[in-house]
C-alpha cells in the first residue's frame, strides 16, 4: 500500500458571499399556474429551498461532517483521483469499492459506510465487515476531468484498488453511472473481482438489442418502457449528450439553475411519492449541491453523456451472447419505475448469483434506504463467500 497523504475539504469564505450574493440575484422565471412539477422543477419548491439556502443552511456544519471521514488524493495515469477510505473494525473486512453517479456525488454513500465497516453497532454480525472505498468519478467532485475522453473509471479502480491500496481481490458496488463502471470491472478485471453488486437500473445491455421473437413478453414490455422512457424523461441526457457546453454556461453561474437541474432528477428517479423531502433532506439535496457548485465540475460531469453518446474513448458494448461472468447481485427498487429491469433480461448480460425485489427506495438508494442496501450487500457477500471458488495463483491484477 503506498503512502496516502490525508485530503481536506476547506472552502473559503469568499465563495460562500459570493454563493449568496448568486442566489440573491436570481432571476426567477414565471411558471403555468397549478404545473407543480409536471414543467420541471417546482418553482414554489425552488424559492423555498433558495431562502433556506441563504438563512439556514451551513455549509460549515456539513464541511466538518464530510471530513470527519478519510479522504485522499492520487495520480493515477491522466486523473487525480479523490476517495474516501475507511477501513473496516473487525477481522479479515472485505473490501469494497462504491461507486456513485450523476447527479450525486460521493456524498450519497456517506450513510452506508459506518454501516459496512462496524456492523455490530448497526445490525450486522462479525462476518459483514468491510473496508469501504467510495471514489469520486473522474470530473466530479474533487477528481480531475480525464483527457481522452470517455471517463473509463474502471480502469483507474482497478489501479486505486490493486496498485495503491494493496488489494488482491475486492468486491465493487455501485449506482447509475456507478453501475457502468462497475459492471466493466466484472467484465475487464475478473482477475481481481470477487464479485459485483448493482442497485441501479444502469445495467449493460446486449448491442443491438436480440430481435422481439427472441424475447419473453415480460421483456418486450421492459424495451418499450424504455423507449417510452426515452422520448418522456430523457431530455436531460440528449442536451448532455449533445451540447453540453451550451448548458454549462448557465449551470455553472447560477446556483439556482444549477439546483434547480439536480433536484428534478432526486424527485422524478427517487420512492417519493411526488414529496422530495420525503426522501431527502434540504441539508442533504444543498450539500451534494454544493459539491458541484464549489468545485466547478457540472460541465465536466455532464461531458460523461457526450463521451459515451459519440464513443469518444469509451468501452465497446457487449455484443449479442456475450455476459459479464463475474458473480453479480442486483437490488432492483421501485422508485427507478418503468425503468425496471427483469431479471431475465439482466441474466442475458450478468452472471446473477442473487436478486432482490425491494420493497422500498429508488434511484438513490444508499441514501432512500440505506439499511436495506447494506443489508443486500452483506447478503451477497455472504451468497459469495459461501460459493468461494479456489483462488490459487492470483497475485495481481494488471
Known amino acids: 500500500m503506498k503512502r496516502l497523504d490525508r485530503f481536506e475539504i476547506k472552502v473559503p469564505g469568499t465563495a460562500i458571499e459570493d454563493l449568496k450574493a448568486r442566489i440573491k440575484l436570481t432571476r426567477w422565471p414565471d411558471e403555468v399556474e397549478n404545473a407543480q ?19 439556514y443552511f451551513d455549509w460549515y456544519k456539513q464541511e466538518q461532517y464530510l471530513n470527519t471521514f478519510n479522504q485522499h488524493q492520487v495520480r493515477i495515469n491522466d486523473c487525480s483521483v ?48 468491510f473496508d469501504v472505498i467510495v471514489p469520486s468519478l473522474p470530473g466530479f467532485a474533487f477528481s480531475s ?7 473509463r473509471a474502471h480502469e483507474l479502480w ?33 482477475e481481481c473481482v470477487m464479485g459485483i453488486h448493482i442497485s441501479s437500473v444502469d445495467l449493460l445491455r446486449p448491442d443491438p438489442l436480440p430481435e422481439t421473437s427472441q424475447l419473453s413478453d415480460v421483456e418486450i414490455k421492459y424495451i418499450n418502457n424504455l423507449f417510452k422512457w426515452n422520448d418522456e424523461e430523457n431530455g436531460y441526457g440528449h442536451i448532455q449528450g449533445t451540447r453540453p457546453q451550451t448548458l454549462a ?3 455553472n453561474d447560477s446556483p439556482v439553475g444549477l439546483a434547480a437541474w439536480i433536484i428534478e432528477k432526486y424527485y422524478q428517479w427517487s420512492d417519493c411519492n411526488k414529496n422530495i423531502e420525503s426522501r431527502f433532506s434540504k441539508d442533504e439535496l444543498l450539500t451534494n449541491i454544493m459539491i458541484y457548485w464549489m468545485t ?24 449479442p451472447g456475450e455476459r459479464i461472468e463475474a458473480p453479480t447481485g442486483v437490488a432492483m427498487f421501485p422508485g427507478e419505475k418503468d425503468l425496471i429491469v427483469p431479471r431475465e433480461f439482466a441474466e442475458r448480460c450478468y452472471n446473477i448469483q ?17 439499511e436495506l442496501l447494506v443489508k443486500d450487500i452483506r447478503q451477497f457477500a455472504q ?12 497475485n495481481t491484477c494488471q
Open 296 to 319: 466547478q465540475t457540472v460541465n465536466s460531469s455532464i461531458r460523461h453523456y457526450y463521451y459515451s453518446k459519440n464513443k469518444v474513448n469509451s468501452p465497446p458494448p457487449l455484443k
Open 145 to 151: 476531468p480525464r483527457k481522452n475522453g470517455h471517463i
Open 249 to 251: 454556461y448557465g449551470l
Open 82 to 129: 479523490h476517495f474516501v477510505y475507511e477501513k473496516g473494525k473487525g477481522h479479515n473486512p472485505i473490501p469494497i469499492i462504491i461507486s456513485h453517479g450523476w447527479p450525486s456525488s460521493f456524498t450519497e454513500m456517506l450513510k452506508i459506510i459506518p454501516m459496512l465497516t462496524n456492523p455490530l453497532s448497526y445490525g450486522g454480525t462479525v462476518d459483514d465487515v
Open 158 to 190: 482497478a489501479k486505486l484498488m490493486v496498485d495503491v491500496l494493496g488489494y488482491k481481490r475486492f468486491l465493487a458496488q455501485g449506482t447509475d453511472v456507478g453501475a457502468g463502471v462497475t459492471s466493466q470491472l466484472g467484465r475487464y478485471f475478473p
Open 354 to 370: 442473487h436478486w432482490t425485489d425491494m420493497p422500498s427506495g429508488g434511484h438513490f438508494a444508499a441514501l432512500e434506504e440505506p
Open 383 to 394: 451468497t459469495l463467500k459461501q460459493k468461494k471458488r479456489s483462488t490459487s495463483g492470483i
Open 37 to 55: 412539477w409536471n414543467y420541471g422543477t417546482s418553482l414554489q419548491y425552488m424559492r423555498d429551498l433558495a431562502h433556506y439556502w441563504l438563512e
